[in-house]
């Protein structure tokens, strides 16, 4: 054969370029704007890989990562929200919970001062009498607020091309928190992950507090009756009470129940052999899966989270940085992070779609 065969990584430079004159034939990176309903507007990195992975970035969404395929099956959760555009956010609607008007995708990113459910919380360090406290929505504030695109496209590297995007989310107020997350996601041609190194700074002056989750929501047709959960649970630190009240499994799903309230449960995993933790959805039937790498020095707590109801079918890995009783509590206990002005918190983890 003359050329590269696809599905085949990693792809050669020098022998991709004999059979094309555009690296787009195999795969790239590429700049669009959605134009239609409430996602009018929102900017756009298509990736390819070539390797059956596809995913976007949803640079006016805190970069975070919306639709993601793989061999031509969905596996991040398309919720009827949409790619909601930020500007028809309201934060403080519906006593916090309007979070939940715009969460769809793999990677719906929560914090950056603030994760788990909203509630008010002293706001001393900020020294401005006039606000005393401040309140907190669910998840915080930073999936809907646009990134400063830095940068996007591909490079190789020892004979291999990376496809990559970076940029900055700024999350600020006067007499308030300034918090920066510079983020990047990488992808090889030809393979079948997404690298994502995120690191948070405190831009400002003031000690701040600082939390941050990902809720990495995997969805229908990976998510299916029969698909199962994999993870080295050593114990389940806490449950909803709906677990009870419903029995239904978290680690063998059924498929879409009527009237199902969401099961959410906070698993204390044991680390693998190299300190990585790896937790996975599997579906035997298409023969495919999903795996979440992450650090379980960066991320100490993690939650399952089963919403199986009908027409909002998914379940979220959601590895975080504070355990379930949240702001109040982590403040009350000590677990509270603060960064100093100039301090950073660093997390890299990876997502892999995986064939069985």
Known sequence: MSGPQPGRAPLERAALERVTGDLAAAGGVRAVVLDDGS??????????????????????????????EFDDHSVGWRSATGFRHPGLHEHADEDGLS?????????V???????LFGGEVGAAQYHYPPRPTVRHGLHGRVANIPARLTGYGEHWEAGRCVLWAEGEIRQAAIFGEH????????????????????????????????????????GWPLLDEGARFEAPIATTRWRSDSVA???????????????????VYEHELMPDPDGRQRVRVVNDRLGRGFELD???????????????REGSYAVGLEPSTHHVAGDAAARADGSMIWLEHGEQRHYQSVLRFTRH
């Open 179 to 218: 918090l920066v997350l510079h983020r990047r996601i990488e992808a090889g041609l030809g393979g079948t992950e997404i690298r994502l190194a995120d690191s948070v700074r405190n831009a400002g002056f003031d000690a701040t507090p600082h939390m941050f989750l990902y809720h990495i929501n995997v």
């Open 245 to 263: 009240e419903q029995a239904v499994s978290h680690l063998e799903f059924p498929g879409p129940q009527p009237g199902f309230v969401e099961q």
């Open 294 to 308: 992450y650090d379980p020095a960066a991320f100490p707590a993690f939650f399952e989270w089963l919403n199986l």
């Open 99 to 107: 979070w939940l008007r715009s969460m769809s995708g793999l990677v």
């Open 39 to 68: 996602e009018r507007g929102i900017r756009v990195l298509e990736f390819r890989t070539g390797g059956g992975l596809r995913f976007d970035v949803l640079v006016d969404r805190a970069m975070d990562i919306g639709l993601a």
């Open 109 to 115: 990113t929560a914090g950056l001062d603030h994760t």
